[in-house]
């Protein structure tokens, strides 16, 4: 086995091109550094120094095991430091999933707040719907999911990140497209509408049903992103009730226009991690989403 001990004593007699000047640089007899550089070349299998009355000369091999012993010294020498950082959470991986509509404006927030407190955390994002985001925490595969609820509360934690209301999206020749006024959800009686996927969407689709309520509607399609449905709206596919952040995307062919009977919860985005997760960067990534207050959206 290769030591720590062999490496620098190479390390001191290549630079040094003598091993009695390596040996008083290293603070130790000669005879005991000319064994560690013999028992070295042994265990790599290659001659790296050439005696020669002078001193000693690298030989190529010696050459390129000496640029590959400074890496390995340098590592060896950063890791206790390294070690404290990760046990701290300051250096680490952070596994993040969010769903495509927080990626419309709350996603690059909280990015650039923890990379500007956590520099040495490398976070890995994963485009993902909600329900595919819980079964990833409950895994291992994700350590935090900005997600829509419901979600299991006793095994999850979580914080509210982002709120904001519903608006219709309206093709830009439609008749309800022409008023900008917030609408009463009782116009939109007979219209045709895109509706959300039951299964994949459950959130956009249970929160959608509430509005609608009373209200005598042609559903058209199910639909899981907020971008498909936007662009359906701009072919005339039908309206759509899409969150009010949605409008930062400035589709051609679409018109917005705020409700003027908005449900009492509004759409909602959490950051949601398994409440027994020990990653020290994640825990780290929570304290600073605690800092960060909740995000009200107004179109």
Known sequence: MISLEQVRGFVAVAEEGHFRRAAARLRMSQPPLSRQVRNLEREVGARLLDRTPRGVELTPAGRVFLAEARRLLALAEAAPDTARLVADGRVGTVRIGFTAASGFGVLGRILNHVEAALPGVELVLREMVSSAQFEDLHSGRLDLALARPPFDAGEFDSRLVHSEPLVLAAPADHALAADPAPIPV??????????????????????????????????????????????????????????????RLHPDGVRFRPLADPPDDPVELYAVWRREAANPALLRVVELLDMLRPERFRS
């Open 186 to 247: 009782a116009e939109l009686n007979g219209t045709t509408l895109l509706v959300y996927a039951p299964g994949q969407a459950r959130y956009f689709a249970d929160l959608v049903a509430r509005v609608l309520a009373g209200v005598r509607y042609s559903p058209a399609h199910q639909l899981t992103q907020i971008h498909t449905m936007l662009a359906l709206v701009a072919a005339g596919r039908g309206l759509a009730l899409v969150p009010a952040s949605a409008t």
